[in-house]
């Protein structure tokens, strides 16, 4: 009886303390027994009875319903389902034991009538703070949400486990949305998401105890459904493209602005973060130039909403972050100054400005990662897996003599200007005057995009800035605006094309030869020299035969005359 009584105080403590999911802790198998209970009596634990434990997530606050170990039916147009969060079971053991709490014997559940199985001390477990109790991490087995929102965990043992949710290297956490969310495709509905509030450690019990008699069985209950949820928000770590320093290349390369982003997220333990950096690793045709503009915004103080962003420095007496680069890599991380005031900011988001060099025409993609506490996070938004893109491309001109390609023309002069189709308008790749593309289009300069054709082979190179981020193409009109001296420009000298980006720096070049016919001027000029005349011509060759025959008949007269 007195036995009974202690498991009587225990179940009704662990009852009152296990509040987000239910748990309830009944009498156990009888002490001294061994091996399977063949005959069980009322309230015994079948120690050969298989288990399961299937975590189901989806997002949204957790309700005030609280989880017993039973099947739920969630309302999927309020909660989407959650992959990618991986859950971990690890066994809880007493100090100075090496055995996991058994909860198929007896020993098993004195040992926790001593413990509090609350979320605080939970927390404190994580961080190896509850007096007189550890984890068992090489014991911990790991199960991450699949498509169908479960991490499902078979037959694990009958023992006392501590539940934390995490997120593996690599993993990005995403939502299935509904038909009707904005953003819905049908081929891929799942979107990344951050998780601002992860599940709270939890401790629980293998098997539960339940009073439903369909399920359960002798009053355990093996088969163990839970279903937390997360507070998160679509904004993922991004970055991207912001602004270049020119539309042309040019031999010193090109600035490129980034803009990145980070949603700080629910700090690993407690309200405190330990760990928050930005790892950004460069494409080989990119240069680490500078940053700037960092702030942290948004999030919660003291639980309240903070709406005063905290601007911080890389620099002076105590930086809030510092910048290390290695190779590529560059690694942007706070410092205790930075991380007091995201601390500030709890659930915010870190901001900033990257800027690199570009000195090769290709397309540049640029992913980001991050880490949060012990948890990464990587970018997974649009294009190139989440980062920016500096999209470029290259046109290399020729200008020859109208039907004399080996004469090379120097000196022509050339713009590049986009156009923009109106309505109903079509405007396919051709050459066409100013006003038969104006009649289809509004068009515009392009910055820098201006070049003369070379001395020696009348050449000239354009690399081009193209877009950013998924924009890879750009419908442009190559303009010729000075002929070369002693040539007129083409009738219709614009040539339009849509220009598409280089793929690496090796991809091939978009090549254009323009003729350019000499000065109808010069024709005019010909046209106009006095002319010697045909008909001249022909009366003074008469004449001079004449003059010639008349010489001849002089000659022969003489000779007969002296004969005579």
């Known amino acids: 009886m007195r036995k009974a009584r202690m498991f009587a105080a225990v179940a ?160 990005t956490p995403e939502i299935k949305l509904n038909s009707t969310d904005d953003g819905y495709n049908a081929k891929n509905p799942w979107k990344a998401v951050t998780i601002n509030k992860k ?17 359960g069985k002798n009053g355990w209950l093996y088969d163990i459904k839970i279903y937390p949820k997360n507070e998160v928000t679509k904004d993922t770590i991004q970055k991207h493209l912001e602004s270049v320093s020119s ?17 700080l997220g629910q700090p690993s333990s407690g309200d405190a973060y330990k760990k928050v950096e930005l790892v950004d690793n460069l494409n080989e045709a990119l240069t680490y130039k500078s940053v700037s503009d960092f702030k942290i915004s948004g999030g919660n103080k003291d639980g309240s909403p903070n709406n005063d962003p ?33 601390n500030q900011h709890v659930t915010g988001i870190l901001t900033g400005k990257i800027v690199t060099t570009q000195t090769k025409v290709q397309t540049v993609p640029n992913d980001i990662s991050g880490t949060i506490d012990n948890n990464p996070t990587v970018s997974t938004d649009g294009v190139n897996n989440g980062g920016g893109a500096s999209n470029w491309a290259t046109v290399k001109v020729q200008k020859v003599k109208a039907g004399d390609k080996n004469t090379f023309l120097p000196g022509a002069k050339f713009k590049f200007v986009d156009y923009k189709l109106k309505d109903d308008k079509t405007l396919v790749a051709g050459d066409y005057s100013k006003e038969q593309v104006e009649e289809a289009a509004t068009i515009q300069d392009i910055p820098d995009a201006t070049y003369t054709s070379d001395e020696e082979d009348g050449t000239f190179t354009a690399e081009l800035f193209v877009g950013k981020d998924a924009v ?91 004969q005579e």
């Open 12 to 171: 009704t403590a662990a009852a009152l303390a296990f509040t987000t999911f239910g748990v309830a802790i009944a009498n156990a198998k009888p002490e001294g027994s061994e091996g399977p209970a063949v005959t069980l009596k009322n309230g015994e634990i079948n120690a050969n009875e298989a288990t399961k434990v299937t975590i189901y997530k989806y997002d949204g606050t957790d309700e005030t319903v609280k989880n017993d170990g039973l099947a739920k039916t969630i309302d999927t147009t309020k909660h989407h389902l959650v992959r990618n969060v991986t859950f971990n079971l690890i066994p809880v053991q007493v100090d100075g034991s090496n055995s996991d709490i058994d909860l198929s014997t007896t020993a098993g559940w004195e040992a926790i009538q001593k413990l509090d199985l609350t979320k605080d001390n939970a927390s404190k477990l994580v961080d190896g703070k509850l007096e007189g109790f550890k984890l068992n991490d090489t014991a911990k087995t790991s199960q991450k949400t699949l498509d169908n929102g479960q991490a499902e965990f078979t037959n694990p043992a009958k023992k006392l486990y501590l539940v934390t949710e995490t997120i593996a290297q690599g993993d």
């Open 199 to 215: 599940t709270a450690p939890f401790f629980l019990t293998v098997p539960l105890s339940t009073s439903d008699t369909t399920t």
């Open 247 to 263: 539309n042309e290349m040019g031999d010193d390369g090109v600035d490129l602005t980034w803009s990145v982003s980070l949603p």
């Open 310 to 342: 905290s601007n911080l420095t890389d620099g002076g007496p105590t930086p809030d972050f510092t910048v290390k680069t290695e190779g590529q890599k560059v690694t942007i991380a706070l410092t205790a100054a930075g991380l007091a005031k995201a």
């Open 472 to 562: 890879t193409s750009r419908n442009v009109c190559l303009v010729e605006t000075q002929a070369p001296k002693g040539y007129d420009l083409p009738e219709n000298n614009y040539k339009c094309f849509t220009l598409n980006a280089d793929a690496t720096e090796d991809s091939d070049t978009t090549d254009y030869t323009i003729e350019n016919s000499q000065s109808s001027k010069l024709t005019e000029v010909l046209d106009n020299l006095p002319k010697t005349g045909a008909a001249g011509l022909v009366l003074m060759t008469l004449a001079g035969a004449l003059l010639i025959g008349a010489g001849f008949f002089a000659v022969a007269a003489n000779r007969r005359r002296e």
